[in-house]
């Protein structure tokens, strides 16, 4: 009897581990589909794109850099082994993006502080496929096998 109700709460432990991964996969895709157009936008150099790049006092060859760069960081971040270097790349890339809309006197809610909630996404998804985060973190104890 006690191995039935071990093996049920394994059961329920795996099945709520296992949807808090694909709810981390689900957001990681919406995340990496964003962050994909953007560097498209900044490689093929439409004219919104190139009047946006020229506001914030950036030229379009800089602007290929930045996707070259968001590009790196994405195949990093996307890449299972590698995730974790990659997100804190995206989350550098994110930051000069603060800065430069800051710079720029851009909406501070709706603009400025964009690319701050795209990190946090960004690091929620990242947690929920890799709930160890956390413990390196610092925000919850180690587990410890018996």
Same mark, same amino acid.
């Given at each position: ?9 394994? $059961? ?8 808090? %991964?694909?709810?981390?996969? =689900?957001? $990681?895709?919406? &995340?990496?589909?964003?962050? =994909?157009?953007? &560097? ?5 150099? /439409?004219?919104?794109? *190139? #009047?946006?790049? #020229? ?9 290929? =850099?930045?996707? &070259?760069? +968001? ?6 971040? =996307?890449?299972?082994?590698?995730? *974790?270097?990659? !997100?804190?790349?995206? @989350? !550098? ?13 851009? /909406?501070?809610? $709706?603009? @400025?502080?964009?690319? *701050? ?13 890799? /709930?160890? +985060? +956390? #413990? *390196? ?6 587990? %410890?096998?018996?």
């Amino acid at each position: 009897m006690t191995t039935t109700v071990a093996t049920s709460t394994e $059961s329920t432990s795996t099945a709520t581990r296992s949807r808090t %991964h694909i709810a981390g996969v =689900v957001l $990681s895709v919406l &995340i990496g589909a964003f962050l =994909v157009f953007d &560097i498209l936008g900044k490689l093929f150099q /439409p004219e919104s794109v *190139v #009047e946006g790049t #020229e506001k914030l006092g950036f030229t379009t060859t800089q602007a290929t =850099v930045m996707a &070259i760069v +968001l590009a790196v960081c994405v195949i990093v971040w =996307v890449i299972p082994r590698t995730a *974790v270097l990659g !997100a804190i790349g995206l @989350t !550098a890339y994110l930051g000069g993006a603060v800065t430069a809309n800051w710079n720029n006197d851009a /909406p501070l809610v $709706s603009t @400025t502080l964009f690319a *701050v909630y795209f990190g946090v996404a960004l690091w929620i998804a990242m947690i929920l496929r890799r /709930p160890q +985060l +956390l #413990e *390196v973190l610092g925000l919850r104890a180690a587990r %410890h096998s018996a």
